[in-house]
């Protein structure tokens, strides 16, 4: 049996691998030169399977319309004639409901913690090393207003199974001490211990090598146009290569083509609730040890992170909703720069920052897409948004799973593509 997987992202090689282990011939496609070298490339490097809240939240809304204007804003919504975007607005924002939110939430929480699961195996299989940090998160605050949010949804969190810790200002220096050099006020903090940190980049191409080693084969700079069924399956690609015609054969066929993934599939009619959301990071080599964190952050109120990388800063965030555009503007770098020194000051070289840009398949509920598709070999396995890297090893799980024809090892009810047709 033959699995052709769309994509060489950290989804796609994840899937690969789990394919390859069940026993599968494995062709990997993907239009650029290499793996992992979109979304994958430059995240914010959390493993944070307790950060299961979606941006679809309650007062999103006012807190969004707060923010137009404002070219620094954590949020980016920039008006433009784009019928995709509003409908994924519209989506996004019926998601906001008190009710849908914790919904979603469970979702969220219930794929990620499986995914950490299925991470630890992996790790004890291959020996992959990417500078994994076994440290837990920190969640910090900067106003009493934010805190007390939080501090009312630890309990029931909790309950759906998500471990948090709520800690005051000295709590958290005393978790982690570099943040006492920080000239930003900071009020609390809520730490998840069983969350991780790592290179998302670094792991991909360890794993891809481990791959190649069970016969996976890796084909790049290939266009995929789209998908050839014949009612009830998917026959072949339509891609850009040169030998049959461009058409790659199959039994089974993989989506995890990240923000293209909608592309691929809508002449089949399948309507993907996916948009490109933007995020910047920049990455520093550290300088000075006791400056920098070892627990990796995030600042919710400028949805920022911080993780360490070895000898390396990685600061990661903001949300930028402008189509398919990956350019690097230079006040929005300024301004994860900004944030990063004035929460770390003197901790890096910031002559030697490296800054990119990705795009992060996001849906509205903030819930990845997940199983079948119309057709009964086509398994998707995209829209995973900030959470991708999150939820790898348990994504590509399920899909083996799927392409085996047995039932998933966790239940993956209320996460298909079905929800938003």
């Not at 006791?290 to 995030?298: D, K, L, Q, R, V």
Request: charged share 20%; aromatic share 8%; net charge negative.
């Amino acid at each position: 049996m033959k699995a052709v997987v769309l994509g060489a992202g950290v989804i796609g090689v994840t899937s690969a691998y789990y394919l390859a282990r069940e026993g599968f011939e494995v062709e990997v496609l993907d239009r650029r030169e290499g793996a992992a070298l979109e979304t994958s490339f430059a995240n914010g490097g959390q493993l944070s399977a307790n950060h299961c809240e979606p941006w679809a939240q309650p007062g999103v809304l006012w807190q969004g319309l707060k923010w137009l204007g404002r070219h620094d804003a954590p949020l980016l919504y920039r008006l433009r004639l784009d019928p995709t975007l509003w409908a994924w607005t519209l989506k996004f924002l019926a998601n906001s409901k008190e009710q849908y939110f914790w919904e979603n939430v469970a979702k969220i929480l219930r794929m990620a913690l499986f995914s950490r699961k299925q991470f630890k195996e992996l790790r004890q299989e291959t020996g992959i090393e990417y500078d994994l940090l076994e440290l837990g998160i920190l969640n910090i605050y900067r106003n009493q207003t934010d805190f007390d949010v939080a501090i009312s949804r630890v309990q029931a969190i909790g309950e759906l199974g998500c471990e948090r810790q709520v800690l005051d200002r000295a709590g958290c220096i005393e978790l982690e001490p570099s943040l006492a050099n920080s000239t930003d006020t900071l009020v609390g903090g809520t730490w998840c211990p069983h969350d991780e940190s790592g290179d998302a980049y670094t792991f991909t191409k360890e794993l891809e090598k481990k791959c190649i080693q069970m016969g996976v084969s890796f084909r790049y700079g290939v266009n995929v146009h789209g998908l050839n069924t014949d009612m009830w399956k998917v026959k072949s690609v339509i891609t850009d290569a040169k030998e049959n015609g461009g058409e790659i054969k199959g039994d089974v066929f993989v989506l995890a083509l990240g923000s293209h993934s909608p592309a691929a599939v809508k002449d089949m009619g399948i309507k993907l609730a996916i948009y490109p959301i933007k995020g910047y990071s920049l990455t520093m080599p550290i300088t000075n040890t006791m400056a920098a964190p070892n627990i990796s952050i995030t600042d919710t109120e400028h949805k920022m992170v911080f993780t360490r990388l070895g000898n390396r800063l990685r600061a990661a965030g903001t949300a930028e909703f402008n189509g398919y555009n990956n350019e690097i503007e230079a006040n929005r770098s300024a301004m994860t720069m900004d944030l990063a020194t004035s929460l770390f000051p003197n901790a890096c070289d910031e002559t030697k920052a490296e800054f990119w840009t990705g795009l992060r398949p996001s849906t509205p509920d903030g819930v990845p897409i997940i199983g079948r598709g119309p057709q009964e070999n086509l398994l998707l396995n995209t829209g995973h948004g900030t959470l991708g890297w999150t939820m790898a090893a348990g994504s590509g799980r399920i899909i083996a799973s799927l392409a085996r024809g047995v039932h998933p090892e966790v239940d993956i009810s209320g996460i298909g593509w079905e929800r938003f047709s």
